[in-house]
Protein backbone atom coordinates (compact mmCIF):
# COMPACT_ATOMS: atom_id res chain seq x y z
CA UNK A 1 0.00 0.00 0.00
CA UNK A 2 2.78 2.05 0.15
CA UNK A 3 2.56 3.01 -3.40
CA UNK A 4 -0.55 4.88 -2.71
CA UNK A 5 1.70 8.01 -0.89
CA UNK A 6 3.72 7.95 -3.61
CA UNK A 7 1.15 8.58 -6.48
CA UNK A 8 -2.54 9.86 -5.10
CA UNK A 9 -3.62 9.59 -8.84
CA UNK A 10 -2.95 5.71 -9.10
CA UNK A 11 -6.11 3.90 -6.59
CA UNK A 12 -5.55 0.70 -6.05
CA UNK A 13 -8.33 -1.86 -7.50
CA UNK A 14 -9.38 -3.64 -4.75
CA UNK A 15 -12.40 -5.24 -5.88
CA UNK A 16 -14.21 -7.39 -3.35
CA UNK A 17 -11.11 -7.72 -1.36
CA UNK A 18 -11.19 -7.31 2.39
CA UNK A 19 -9.01 -5.77 4.99
CA UNK A 20 -6.83 -8.20 6.98
CA UNK A 21 -6.77 -10.78 3.94
CA UNK A 22 -4.20 -11.13 1.66
CA UNK A 23 -5.82 -10.03 -1.33
CA UNK A 24 -5.45 -6.41 0.12
CA UNK A 25 -1.96 -5.76 -0.24
CA UNK A 26 -2.54 -6.74 -4.06
CA UNK A 27 -2.16 -3.19 -5.96
CA UNK A 28 -3.64 -3.22 -9.67
CA UNK A 29 -3.16 0.79 -10.70
CA UNK A 30 -6.14 1.91 -12.99
CA UNK A 31 -4.16 2.53 -15.66
CA UNK A 32 -2.03 -0.77 -14.94
CA UNK A 33 -6.12 -2.53 -15.29
CA UNK A 34 -7.12 -0.32 -18.34
CA UNK A 35 -3.97 -1.35 -20.16
CA UNK A 36 -3.89 -5.45 -19.21
CA UNK A 37 -8.03 -5.38 -20.19
CA UNK A 38 -7.12 -3.42 -23.75
CA UNK A 39 -4.48 -5.88 -24.73
CA UNK A 40 -6.33 -8.68 -23.99
CA UNK A 41 -9.69 -7.74 -26.12
CA UNK A 42 -6.85 -6.83 -28.91
CA UNK A 43 -6.26 -10.22 -28.52
CA UNK A 44 -9.98 -10.98 -28.41
CA UNK A 45 -10.38 -8.78 -31.87
CA UNK A 46 -7.14 -10.69 -33.31
CA UNK A 47 -8.90 -14.91 -32.63
CA UNK A 48 -12.23 -12.83 -34.42
CA UNK A 49 -9.84 -11.74 -37.62
CA UNK A 50 -7.37 -14.44 -37.75
CA UNK A 51 -6.80 -17.00 -35.67
CA UNK A 52 -4.87 -19.50 -38.01
CA UNK A 53 -0.57 -19.64 -36.55
CA UNK A 54 -1.39 -17.58 -33.48
CA UNK A 55 -3.72 -19.71 -31.17
CA UNK A 56 -1.05 -20.88 -29.25
CA UNK A 57 0.17 -17.42 -28.59
CA UNK A 58 -2.73 -15.68 -28.02
CA UNK A 59 -3.55 -18.12 -25.05
CA UNK A 60 -0.38 -18.12 -23.33
CA UNK A 61 -0.81 -14.29 -23.19
CA UNK A 62 -4.44 -14.29 -21.70
CA UNK A 63 -3.08 -17.25 -19.36
CA UNK A 64 -0.45 -14.95 -17.96
CA UNK A 65 -2.34 -11.52 -17.99
CA UNK A 66 -5.66 -13.36 -15.68
CA UNK A 67 -5.95 -14.20 -12.58
CA UNK A 68 -7.79 -17.51 -11.68
CA UNK A 69 -10.91 -16.16 -11.44
CA UNK A 70 -10.89 -13.75 -14.84
CA UNK A 71 -9.26 -17.15 -16.39
CA UNK A 72 -12.04 -19.00 -17.47
CA UNK A 73 -14.21 -15.80 -18.73
CA UNK A 74 -11.57 -15.07 -20.82
CA UNK A 75 -10.76 -18.34 -22.23
CA UNK A 76 -14.23 -17.99 -23.14
CA UNK A 77 -14.58 -15.21 -24.46
CA UNK A 78 -11.79 -16.19 -26.85
CA UNK A 79 -13.26 -19.39 -28.12
CA UNK A 80 -15.90 -17.35 -28.91
CA UNK A 81 -14.32 -14.81 -30.90
CA UNK A 82 -12.86 -17.27 -32.50
CA UNK A 83 -16.31 -19.16 -33.40
CA UNK A 84 -17.85 -15.80 -34.42
CA UNK A 85 -14.61 -15.39 -36.89
CA UNK A 86 -15.30 -18.51 -38.74
CA UNK A 87 -19.28 -18.23 -38.79
CA UNK A 88 -19.04 -14.57 -39.92
CA UNK A 89 -16.20 -15.64 -42.45
CA UNK A 90 -17.86 -17.86 -44.95
CA UNK A 91 -21.09 -14.94 -44.98
CA UNK A 92 -18.75 -12.20 -45.82
CA UNK A 93 -17.27 -14.00 -49.07
CA UNK A 94 -21.01 -15.24 -50.32
CA UNK A 95 -22.10 -11.54 -49.73
CA UNK A 96 -18.79 -10.44 -52.47
CA UNK A 97 -20.29 -13.36 -54.43
CA UNK A 98 -23.04 -10.50 -55.28
CA UNK A 99 -19.85 -8.24 -56.98
CA UNK A 100 -19.44 -11.15 -59.86
CA UNK A 101 -16.87 -12.30 -62.12
CA UNK A 102 -16.39 -9.27 -64.12
CA UNK A 103 -16.34 -6.71 -60.54
CA UNK A 104 -14.78 -3.67 -61.30
CA UNK A 105 -11.04 -2.64 -62.25
CA UNK A 106 -9.07 0.04 -60.74
CA UNK A 107 -7.04 0.79 -64.37
CA UNK A 108 -4.21 2.96 -62.37
CA UNK A 109 -3.23 -0.17 -60.20
CA UNK A 110 -4.42 -2.80 -62.68
CA UNK A 111 -6.20 -4.24 -59.53
CA UNK A 112 -9.09 -6.36 -60.89
CA UNK A 113 -12.20 -6.19 -57.79
CA UNK A 114 -14.26 -9.50 -58.08
CA UNK A 115 -15.88 -11.93 -56.19
CA UNK A 116 -12.69 -13.90 -56.14
CA UNK A 117 -10.09 -11.14 -55.33
CA UNK A 118 -12.80 -9.16 -53.05
CA UNK A 119 -12.23 -11.22 -49.92
CA UNK A 120 -8.46 -11.47 -50.34
CA UNK A 121 -8.07 -8.00 -50.41
CA UNK A 122 -10.83 -7.24 -47.13
CA UNK A 123 -8.41 -10.40 -45.03
CA UNK A 124 -5.28 -8.59 -46.17
CA UNK A 125 -6.43 -4.96 -44.94
CA UNK A 126 -7.97 -6.49 -41.60
CA UNK A 127 -4.93 -8.16 -40.93
CA UNK A 128 -2.98 -5.02 -41.77
CA UNK A 129 -5.67 -2.98 -39.47
CA UNK A 130 -4.90 -6.03 -36.41
CA UNK A 131 -1.03 -5.68 -36.85
CA UNK A 132 -1.20 -1.84 -35.81
CA UNK A 133 -3.67 -2.34 -32.96
CA UNK A 134 -1.29 -4.68 -31.92
CA UNK A 135 1.99 -3.07 -32.04
CA UNK A 136 0.25 0.56 -30.82
CA UNK A 137 -1.57 -0.98 -27.98
CA UNK A 138 -0.62 -4.24 -27.08
CA UNK A 139 1.31 -4.23 -23.89
CA UNK A 140 3.14 -6.88 -22.08
CA UNK A 141 1.06 -8.01 -18.73
CA UNK A 142 2.19 -10.55 -16.25
CA UNK A 143 0.18 -10.93 -13.08
CA UNK A 144 0.03 -14.52 -10.71
CA UNK A 145 -2.47 -16.50 -9.79
CA UNK A 146 -4.19 -14.08 -7.46
CA UNK A 147 -4.27 -11.09 -9.83
CA UNK A 148 -0.81 -9.14 -8.45
CA UNK A 149 1.32 -7.95 -11.31
CA UNK A 150 4.49 -9.82 -11.38
CA UNK A 151 8.15 -8.95 -13.43
CA UNK A 152 8.02 -9.35 -17.17
CA UNK A 153 10.72 -8.71 -20.10
CA UNK A 154 9.72 -4.93 -19.71
CA UNK A 155 9.76 -4.96 -16.27
CA UNK A 156 11.19 -1.31 -15.30
CA UNK A 157 13.63 -1.24 -12.16
CA UNK A 158 11.22 2.15 -10.62
CA UNK A 159 8.51 0.08 -10.21
CA UNK A 160 8.24 -1.71 -6.64
CA UNK A 161 4.84 -3.45 -6.91
CA UNK A 162 5.69 -6.44 -8.79
CA UNK A 163 6.70 -9.46 -7.43
CA UNK A 164 8.19 -12.89 -8.65
CA UNK A 165 6.74 -15.44 -9.99
CA UNK A 166 6.22 -18.35 -7.69
CA UNK A 167 8.17 -21.22 -7.66
CA UNK A 168 7.27 -24.49 -7.56
CA UNK A 169 7.16 -27.93 -10.11
CA UNK A 170 3.98 -28.09 -12.51
CA UNK A 171 2.13 -31.51 -11.84
CA UNK A 172 3.45 -32.96 -15.34
CA UNK A 173 0.63 -36.03 -14.97
CA UNK A 174 -1.88 -33.28 -15.19
CA UNK A 175 -0.45 -31.84 -18.06
CA UNK A 176 0.11 -35.04 -19.93
CA UNK A 177 -3.86 -35.69 -18.79
CA UNK A 178 -4.99 -32.59 -20.09
CA UNK A 179 -3.41 -32.71 -23.74
CA UNK A 180 -4.49 -36.21 -24.05
CA UNK A 181 -8.23 -35.12 -23.20
CA UNK A 182 -7.71 -31.99 -25.51
CA UNK A 183 -6.38 -34.39 -28.07
CA UNK A 184 -9.70 -36.60 -27.93
CA UNK A 185 -11.85 -33.60 -27.66
CA UNK A 186 -10.84 -32.16 -31.11
CA UNK A 187 -10.42 -35.76 -32.40
CA UNK A 188 -14.15 -36.07 -32.31
CA UNK A 189 -15.39 -33.06 -33.38
CA UNK A 190 -12.65 -32.92 -36.95
CA UNK A 191 -14.22 -37.05 -37.36
CA UNK A 192 -17.40 -35.33 -36.91
CA UNK A 193 -17.14 -32.31 -39.35
CA UNK A 194 -15.99 -35.04 -41.80
CA UNK A 195 -18.53 -37.66 -41.75
CA UNK A 196 -21.59 -35.35 -41.74
CA UNK A 197 -21.77 -35.16 -45.69
CA UNK A 198 -21.07 -38.19 -46.60
CA UNK A 199 -23.08 -39.97 -43.47
CA UNK A 200 -26.10 -37.67 -45.01
CA UNK A 201 -25.51 -38.62 -48.51
CA UNK A 202 -25.56 -41.92 -48.16
CA UNK A 203 -28.25 -42.18 -45.43
CA UNK A 204 -31.05 -39.73 -47.17
CA UNK A 205 -29.70 -40.12 -50.39
CA UNK A 206 -28.95 -36.27 -50.82
CA UNK A 207 -27.19 -34.97 -53.99
CA UNK A 208 -23.43 -33.37 -53.72
CA UNK A 209 -25.86 -29.78 -53.90
CA UNK A 210 -28.41 -30.68 -51.50
CA UNK A 211 -25.27 -32.08 -49.49
CA UNK A 212 -23.55 -28.97 -49.33
CA UNK A 213 -26.27 -26.63 -48.78
CA UNK A 214 -27.91 -28.90 -46.07
CA UNK A 215 -24.94 -29.55 -43.94
CA UNK A 216 -23.38 -26.46 -44.17
CA UNK A 217 -26.82 -24.70 -42.67
CA UNK A 218 -26.52 -27.36 -40.12
CA UNK A 219 -22.71 -26.69 -39.05
CA UNK A 220 -23.65 -22.53 -39.04
CA UNK A 221 -26.34 -23.17 -36.39
CA UNK A 222 -23.82 -25.32 -34.87
CA UNK A 223 -21.32 -22.57 -34.84
CA UNK A 224 -23.92 -20.15 -33.55
CA UNK A 225 -24.62 -23.10 -30.78
CA UNK A 226 -21.06 -22.74 -29.50
CA UNK A 227 -21.43 -18.75 -28.82
CA UNK A 228 -24.29 -19.90 -26.70
CA UNK A 229 -22.37 -22.60 -25.08
CA UNK A 230 -19.12 -20.40 -24.34
CA UNK A 231 -20.90 -17.40 -22.98
CA UNK A 232 -23.02 -20.20 -20.37
CA UNK A 233 -19.80 -22.28 -19.23
CA UNK A 234 -18.66 -18.62 -18.28
CA UNK A 235 -21.73 -18.33 -15.50
CA UNK A 236 -21.90 -21.92 -14.69
CA UNK A 237 -18.74 -23.20 -13.77
CA UNK A 238 -18.02 -19.78 -10.84
CA UNK A 239 -20.82 -22.39 -9.83
CA UNK A 240 -19.86 -26.13 -10.13
CA UNK A 241 -16.04 -25.80 -11.34
CA UNK A 242 -14.16 -26.35 -14.52
CA UNK A 243 -13.67 -30.17 -14.06
CA UNK A 244 -17.34 -30.63 -13.54
CA UNK A 245 -18.02 -28.72 -16.87
CA UNK A 246 -15.44 -30.90 -18.67
CA UNK A 247 -16.86 -33.90 -17.22
CA UNK A 248 -20.84 -33.03 -18.35
CA UNK A 249 -19.37 -32.20 -21.55
CA UNK A 250 -17.68 -35.69 -22.36
CA UNK A 251 -20.71 -37.57 -21.06
CA UNK A 252 -22.77 -35.41 -23.63
CA UNK A 253 -21.00 -35.98 -25.91
CA UNK A 254 -21.03 -39.73 -25.58
CA UNK A 255 -24.68 -39.67 -25.52
CA UNK A 256 -24.84 -37.95 -28.80
CA UNK A 257 -22.60 -40.35 -30.30
CA UNK A 258 -24.38 -43.40 -28.86
CA UNK A 259 -28.01 -41.52 -30.47
CA UNK A 260 -25.79 -42.14 -33.67
CA UNK A 261 -25.88 -45.84 -33.58
CA UNK A 262 -28.16 -47.17 -36.47
CA UNK A 263 -31.09 -48.93 -34.84
CA UNK A 264 -34.26 -50.45 -36.35
CA UNK A 265 -35.51 -52.27 -39.99
CA UNK A 266 -35.62 -49.49 -41.94
CA UNK A 267 -32.78 -49.50 -44.63
CA UNK A 268 -31.03 -46.53 -46.50
CA UNK A 269 -31.62 -46.51 -50.29
CA UNK A 270 -28.95 -48.57 -52.39
CA UNK A 271 -27.21 -47.03 -55.27
CA UNK A 272 -27.56 -49.47 -58.01
CA UNK A 273 -26.98 -47.13 -60.75
CA UNK A 274 -23.34 -48.67 -61.10
CA UNK A 275 -24.48 -52.12 -61.65
CA UNK A 276 -25.64 -51.47 -65.62
CA UNK A 277 -25.90 -53.94 -68.47
CA UNK A 278 -23.63 -53.00 -70.96
CA UNK A 279 -24.97 -54.78 -73.75
CA UNK A 280 -27.31 -52.96 -76.50
CA UNK A 281 -30.90 -53.87 -76.25
CA UNK A 282 -32.80 -53.82 -79.92
CA UNK A 283 -33.06 -50.38 -80.91
CA UNK A 284 -33.43 -48.22 -83.98
CA UNK A 285 -30.24 -46.24 -85.02
CA UNK A 286 -32.00 -42.98 -84.32
CA UNK A 287 -32.64 -43.84 -80.91
CA UNK A 288 -28.84 -44.92 -79.91
CA UNK A 289 -27.86 -41.63 -81.63
CA UNK A 290 -29.95 -39.75 -79.02
CA UNK A 291 -29.20 -41.85 -76.06
CA UNK A 292 -25.37 -40.95 -76.65
CA UNK A 293 -26.06 -37.96 -77.08
CA UNK A 294 -27.79 -37.06 -73.91
CA UNK A 295 -26.05 -39.73 -71.69
CA UNK A 296 -23.37 -37.14 -70.73
CA UNK A 297 -25.94 -34.31 -69.90
CA UNK A 298 -27.74 -37.01 -67.95
CA UNK A 299 -24.46 -37.97 -66.05
CA UNK A 300 -24.07 -34.46 -64.93
CA UNK A 301 -27.66 -33.19 -64.00
CA UNK A 302 -28.97 -36.68 -62.21
CA UNK A 303 -26.16 -38.07 -60.59
CA UNK A 304 -26.34 -41.60 -58.59
CA UNK A 305 -27.88 -40.62 -55.34
CA UNK A 306 -28.13 -43.16 -51.88
CA UNK A 307 -26.15 -45.65 -50.32
CA UNK A 308 -22.94 -46.83 -52.53
CA UNK A 309 -23.85 -50.77 -53.03
CA UNK A 310 -19.65 -50.74 -52.98
CA UNK A 311 -19.98 -50.36 -49.49
CA UNK A 312 -21.27 -53.54 -48.19
CA UNK A 313 -22.85 -52.49 -45.09
CA UNK A 314 -25.56 -50.43 -46.74
CA UNK A 315 -27.49 -53.98 -47.29
CA UNK A 316 -27.42 -55.13 -43.75
CA UNK A 317 -26.98 -51.49 -41.86
CA UNK A 318 -30.58 -49.55 -40.73
CA UNK A 319 -30.43 -46.25 -41.51
CA UNK A 320 -29.72 -43.50 -39.01
CA UNK A 321 -33.12 -41.12 -38.81
CA UNK A 322 -32.79 -37.50 -39.74
CA UNK A 323 -34.24 -36.87 -36.11
CA UNK A 324 -31.51 -39.27 -34.66
CA UNK A 325 -28.93 -37.42 -37.00
CA UNK A 326 -30.28 -33.97 -35.78
CA UNK A 327 -30.22 -34.50 -31.38
CA UNK A 328 -26.74 -36.00 -32.11
CA UNK A 329 -25.42 -32.35 -33.40
CA UNK A 330 -27.14 -30.39 -30.90
CA UNK A 331 -25.21 -32.50 -28.44
CA UNK A 332 -22.26 -32.52 -29.86
CA UNK A 333 -22.45 -28.70 -30.00
CA UNK A 334 -23.11 -28.48 -26.70
CA UNK A 335 -20.46 -31.00 -25.26
CA UNK A 336 -17.98 -30.19 -27.84
CA UNK A 337 -17.31 -26.44 -26.89
CA UNK A 338 -17.88 -27.05 -23.25
CA UNK A 339 -15.07 -29.72 -23.13
CA UNK A 340 -12.69 -27.31 -25.64
CA UNK A 341 -12.72 -24.13 -23.37
CA UNK A 342 -12.78 -26.16 -20.07
CA UNK A 343 -9.49 -28.15 -21.28
CA UNK A 344 -6.91 -25.36 -22.06
CA UNK A 345 -8.68 -23.28 -19.02
CA UNK A 346 -7.82 -26.37 -16.81
CA UNK A 347 -4.40 -26.55 -18.52
CA UNK A 348 -3.38 -22.72 -17.96
CA UNK A 349 -4.63 -22.74 -14.46
CA UNK A 350 -2.71 -25.91 -13.90
CA UNK A 351 0.67 -24.67 -15.23
CA UNK A 352 0.42 -21.79 -12.82
CA UNK A 353 1.95 -17.86 -13.60
CA UNK A 354 5.12 -19.10 -15.45
CA UNK A 355 5.53 -18.11 -18.71
CA UNK A 356 3.23 -20.78 -21.08
CA UNK A 357 4.32 -20.60 -24.74
CA UNK A 358 6.42 -24.21 -24.74
CA UNK A 359 3.06 -25.74 -23.30
CA UNK A 360 0.75 -24.16 -24.91
CA UNK A 361 2.62 -25.36 -28.31
CA UNK A 362 1.82 -28.62 -27.24
CA UNK A 363 -1.78 -28.15 -26.45
CA UNK A 364 -2.48 -26.97 -29.94
CA UNK A 365 -0.09 -29.31 -31.56
CA UNK A 366 -1.69 -32.38 -29.89
CA UNK A 367 -5.01 -30.30 -31.18
CA UNK A 368 -3.42 -30.44 -34.56
CA UNK A 369 -2.52 -34.28 -35.06
CA UNK A 370 -6.34 -34.57 -34.02
CA UNK A 371 -7.40 -32.52 -36.72
CA UNK A 372 -4.93 -34.78 -39.03
CA UNK A 373 -6.21 -38.35 -37.32
CA UNK A 374 -9.34 -37.45 -36.48
CA UNK A 375 -10.83 -37.50 -40.66
CA UNK A 376 -8.22 -40.33 -41.44
CA UNK A 377 -9.97 -42.53 -38.96
CA UNK A 378 -13.61 -41.86 -39.28
CA UNK A 379 -13.10 -41.86 -43.43
CA UNK A 380 -12.04 -45.63 -43.11
CA UNK A 381 -14.11 -46.93 -40.34
CA UNK A 382 -16.80 -45.80 -41.95
CA UNK A 383 -16.67 -47.15 -45.76
CA UNK A 384 -14.95 -50.29 -44.33
CA UNK A 385 -17.37 -51.14 -41.64
CA UNK A 386 -20.00 -48.71 -41.64
CA UNK A 387 -21.30 -46.13 -38.69
CA UNK A 388 -22.48 -49.21 -36.13
CA UNK A 389 -18.72 -49.80 -35.67
CA UNK A 390 -17.30 -46.30 -36.55
CA UNK A 391 -19.19 -44.46 -33.88
CA UNK A 392 -19.35 -47.48 -30.93
CA UNK A 393 -15.68 -47.05 -31.26
CA UNK A 394 -15.97 -43.02 -30.95
CA UNK A 395 -18.15 -44.11 -27.92
CA UNK A 396 -15.22 -46.06 -26.52
CA UNK A 397 -12.71 -43.56 -26.97
CA UNK A 398 -15.27 -40.99 -24.99
CA UNK A 399 -15.99 -43.92 -22.22
CA UNK A 400 -11.83 -44.35 -21.74
CA UNK A 401 -11.60 -40.17 -21.92
CA UNK A 402 -14.09 -39.96 -18.64
CA UNK A 403 -12.35 -42.56 -17.20
CA UNK A 404 -8.70 -40.98 -17.27
CA UNK A 405 -10.73 -37.76 -16.05
CA UNK A 406 -12.18 -40.01 -13.26
CA UNK A 407 -8.71 -41.11 -12.62
CA UNK A 408 -7.19 -37.65 -12.38
CA UNK A 409 -9.72 -36.04 -11.86
CA UNK A 410 -8.11 -34.40 -8.05
CA UNK A 411 -4.99 -33.32 -9.50
CA UNK A 412 -6.49 -30.92 -12.37
CA UNK A 413 -6.01 -28.28 -9.93
CA UNK A 414 -4.56 -24.79 -9.87
CA UNK A 415 -0.85 -24.20 -9.67
CA UNK A 416 -1.31 -22.22 -6.45
CA UNK A 417 -4.02 -23.97 -4.95
CA UNK A 418 -1.76 -26.91 -5.52
CA UNK A 419 1.27 -25.39 -4.06
CA UNK A 420 -1.38 -24.38 -1.08
CA UNK A 421 -1.24 -20.58 -2.02
CA UNK A 422 -4.90 -20.31 -2.55
CA UNK A 423 -8.18 -22.41 -1.80
CA UNK A 424 -9.97 -23.79 -4.81
Partial sequence: MASLGIEAEQEPLLGDRTPGSREWEIIETEEHYRSRWRSIRILYLTMFLSSVGNVAVVRSY?????????????MANTSACQALGFILGPVF????????????TWETLRLQINMYT???LLGAFLGVLNI???LSMLREHRVDDS???CKTINFEEGSTDEVQVPQGNIDQVAVVTTNV???VVLFIFALFETIVTPLTMDMYAWTREQAVLYDGIILAALGVEAIIVFMGVK???????????LLGGLIIVWVGFFILLPWGNQFPKIQWEDLHNNSIPNTTFGEIIITFWRSPREDHSEEPTGCPNEQAWCLYTPMIHLAQFLTSAVLVGIGYPSCNVMSYTLYSKILGPKPQGVYMGWLTASGSAARILGPVFISQMYTSWGPRWAFSLVCGIVV????????VYRRLVAFSVRQGRSQE
Avoid: H, Y
Fill in 235 to 245: ILSKKIGERAI
Fill in 62 to 74: IAGATSLQERTSS
Fill in 400 to 407: LTITLLGV
Fill in 181 to 183: MFF
Fill in 93 to 104: QTCFALIGEQGV
Fill in 147 to 149: GRQ
Fill in 118 to 120: APV
Fill in 132 to 134: LLI
